[in-house]
């Protein structure tokens, strides 16, 4: 008998005629011919995906009712459904072993996996402990799942899915186990560097000199990272994306892991993060608000430079060192909550833990002076003063509430859809930069209470056609209006002289704009 067989007798047609297991037949030459047969069978076992999973072997000599127990073991991304006779299920439950009597007869039992449903898109090779996926069947989707259980995703894995809006990974780039950062560590790296529509090309920096482009879905908005760590440059320059949920796995965040996700508005940092590393969040400007954990101990350099819509934040007791510049052009960041040992002061020009802008520090969190009211208007009220630092609403014509005292700087800034806003006579001066960038809005009347105006106030404006300005105003400051282009008027509430009389900044008009008319109350002056 060979191996993986069972002896079942000698045979006359249908009749055994050797005793037991007995491999032997002796008999006695007969007058006549006769046929007598060796008889065997065998059990085979099957699978019904061969990347699905292991079997056992079945490889030696098996007797009549002999007990055996086959095996099955599964890979990562499929289901086990169980041992099938046929149609006929014959193992219990989930068990992956079945045991049986060996028959007296030819049998097979075939192993059934199916693709597990979260991987059902994917097109993937896998073991027992490793997945790596390497395409995706349906490319028109908007979401995408991707299991913790996957060790790797391949080279442009994801390239063009132009509908894709959020993604759940296990990790950023292809694989959990990256220590140090590479091409290969940065989020594009799963969608590829060949373009495709709806694809944007991205230049993702792994270190200060080196980059790849990769093209990511323009459509991406949101992102969570379930495992892996977060390194150099991970996110950088993915201005579509809006939330990134990082996971506990991580101790640090890379330098310029998020440098430039100029949308980005929401992010949490969780207790595990110990450093924030050089450029970090630098440039994130859409983000309003960022919560530092206790577990951090250091703030690199620059870490969070130009998000110029943060109005507050809390340094934990936990840090020990604020690099220079870490909050620089932070331009809403107005109150500063320091429970650290550090000496952090208000108005520093390049110790960037607070910013030049900070209006007030607090020793340590305490009743914020910071409210947003049912419009939509970000206030700041300290004694009788009511600073307007922003705007979080959706309308695009605006009234201002009774009892601002100031405009803030930077206040609208970069409001492209901005088109007409009325000022209340309780504003006293408008900031720098407070509405420069509004390109659509297309008339201003500055109120008789407004006595100074800051430099590049209303600069790159280039739809406002009207401007009103009282003669409260004494001095027209830097860029006030510098490339409104489609400004070529002003009225002015005093005289000629009046007008000739008062400070004017270089630049303050447009000089490419040609002629320009200001309209007094007694007379015109052409220029």
């Known amino acids: 008998t060979n191996r993986g067989y069972t002896w079942l007798g000698w045979y006359k047609g249908e009749e055994k005629v050797s005793?037991?297991?007995?491999?032997?037949?002796?008999?006695?030459?007969?007058?006549?011919?006769?046929?007598?047969?060796?008889?065997?069978?065998?059990?085979?076992?099957?699978?019904?995906?061969?990347?699905?999973?292991?079997?056992?072997?079945?490889?030696?000599?098996?007797?009549?009712?002999?007990?055996?127990?086959?095996?099955?073991?599964?890979?990562?991304?499929?289901?086990?459904?169980?041992?099938?006779?046929?149609?006929?299920?014959?193992?219990?439950?989930?068990?992956?072993?079945?045991?049986?009597?060996m028959p007296e007869e030819d049998v097979t039992y075939?192993?059934?996996?199916?693709?597990?449903?979260?991987?059902?898109?994917?097109?993937?090779?896998s073991t027992e402990s490793t997945c790596t996926i390497t395409g995706v069947?349906?490319?028109?989707?908007?979401?995408?799942?991707?299991?913790?259980?996957?060790?790797?995703?391949?080279?442009?894995?994801?390239?063009?899915?132009?509908?894709?809006?959020?993604?759940?990974?296990?990790?950023?780039?292809?694989?959990?186990?990256?220590?140090?950062?590479?091409?290969?560590?940065?989020f594009g790296y799963i969608f590829g560097t060949s373009s495709y529509t709806g694809g944007t090309g991205v230049e993702q920096y792994y270190s200060s000199s080196n980059y790849s482009t990769y093209y990511i879905p323009s459509s991406l908005r949101s992102v969570t990272v379930t495992d892996g760590n977060i390194l150099y440059g991970a996110f950088y320059g993915c201005s579509s994306l809006i939330t990134v949920t990082i996971p506990n796995s991580v101790t640090s965040i890379g330098s310029s892991a998020f440098s430039g996700c100029s949308s980005l508005t929401y992010i949490t940092i969780p207790n595990s993060v110990t450093s924030i590393g050089n450029f970090a969040f630098d440039d994130c400007s859409s983000l309003a608000s960022i919560t530092i954990p206790s577990s951090v101990t250091s703030i690199g350099n620059y870490a969070f430079s130009g998000c110029s819509s943060l109005t507050s934040i809390t340094i934990p007791n936990s840090v020990t060192s604020i690099e220079r510049n870490a909050f620089k052009f932070c331009y809403k960041l107005v109150e500063v909550y320091n429970q650290s040992s550090l000496n952090v002061t208000k108005g520093s020009s390049d110790y960037g833990c607070v910013g030049y802008y900070a209006k007030n520090v607090y020793t340590a969190a305490g009743d914020s002076k910071l409210s947003t009211n049912e419009d939509g208007y970000l206030l700041y009220t300290d004694g009788d003063s009511v600073s307007l630092i922003g705007y979080v609403g959706s309308e695009t014509d605006l009234t201002l509430p009774d009892g601002v005292t100031d405009i803030y700087q930077y206040a609208f800034y970069g409001c492209s859809s901005l088109a007409s806003i009325t000022i209340p006579n309780s504003v006293t001066s408008v900031g720098q930069y407070a509405f420069c960038g509004c390109s659509s809005l297309t008339s201003i009347t500055i109120p008789s209470s407004v006595?100074?105006?800051?430099?590049?106030?209303?600069?790159?404006?280039?739809?406002?056609?009207?401007?009103t300005i009282p003669n409260s105003v004494t001095a027209i400051p830097d860029h006030a209006f510098y490339n409104c282009s489609s400004l070529t008027s002003i009225e002015y509430k005093s005289t000629k002289s009046w007008w000739n009389s008062i400070t004017k900044e270089s630049n303050w008009w447009n000089t490419n704009t040609g002629a320009y008319t200001i309209h007094c109350t007694d007379g015109d002056i052409s220029k």
């Open 110 to 125: 075939t192993a059934k996996w199916g693709i597990a449903p979260e991987m059902a898109n994917y097109v993937f090779t």
């Open 19 to 101: 005793e037991g297991n007995s491999l032997t037949y002796t008999f006695d030459m007969p007058a006549e011919s006769v046929t007598y047969t060796a008889k065997w069978c065998k059990v085979t076992l099957e699978r019904n995906d061969s990347s699905a999973g292991t079997i056992t072997s079945l490889t030696d000599k098996y007797n009549v009712g002999e007990e055996i127990t086959v095996t099955a073991s599964t890979n990562a991304g499929y289901t086990w459904l169980g041992w099938y006779k046929g149609e006929e299920k014959v193992s219990e439950g989930n068990s992956l072993t079945y045991t049986f009597d």
């Open 137 to 186: 069947k349906d490319k028109s989707i908007s979401s995408a799942f991707i299991p913790d259980y996957v060790s790797s995703i391949g080279s442009a894995a994801f390239s063009g899915c132009t509908s894709l809006e959020e993604m759940t990974i296990p990790f950023v780039g292809s694989s959990k186990s990256a220590t140090s950062a590479s091409s290969s560590t940065l």
């Open 451 to 467: 006595t100074s105006i800051g430099s590049v106030a209303f600069s790159n404006c280039s739809s406002l056609t009207s401007v």
